[in-house]
């Protein structure tokens, strides 16, 4: 079993960027795929960004396209959202998530085992 606990959360103007961290606790981490989601005030939640436990097969979701990047550091059981040229509409809770599907990147959230308590990201202009 694996806890996520995201930081790195916060208020950025619009073009900014922001740097979204989930330290993760339990064993064997680099077991784990990686993702990100994301819910905005009144809508469902989405998928953003995905990686497997080894760093490769990144998928993302065409909004965030060449804006967001995902990475993890697998010595500091960590995953990372690099999010550059934000937008008001990617105002919203961030979540990570983890699966057990060894190398594959699903992007649908009920493949995902364990999450995270969120972090807020509000873009202003």
């Known amino acids: 079993q694996v806890q996520l606990v995201e930081s790195g959360g916060g208020l950025v103007q619009a073009g900014g960027s922001l740097r979204l961290s989930c330290a993760a606790s339990?064993?064997?981490?680099?077991?784990?795929?990686m993702g990100w989601f994301r819910q905005a005030p009144g809508k469902e939640r989405e998928f953003v960004a995905t990686m497997n436990g080894g760093g490769g097969n990144l998928r993302y979701a065409n909004s965030v396209q060449g804006r967001f990047t995902i990475s993890r550091d697998n010595s500091k059981n960590t995953v990372y959202l690099q999010m550059s040229n934000l937008k008001p509409e990617d105002t919203a809770v961030y979540y990570c998530a983890a699966h057990t599907l060894g190398s594959y990147s699903p992007t649908e959230q009920r493949w995902y085992n364990y999450w995270g308590q969120g972090t807020q990201v509000t873009v202003y202009l």
């Open positions: 339990g064993r064997s981490f680099s077991s784990y795929g």
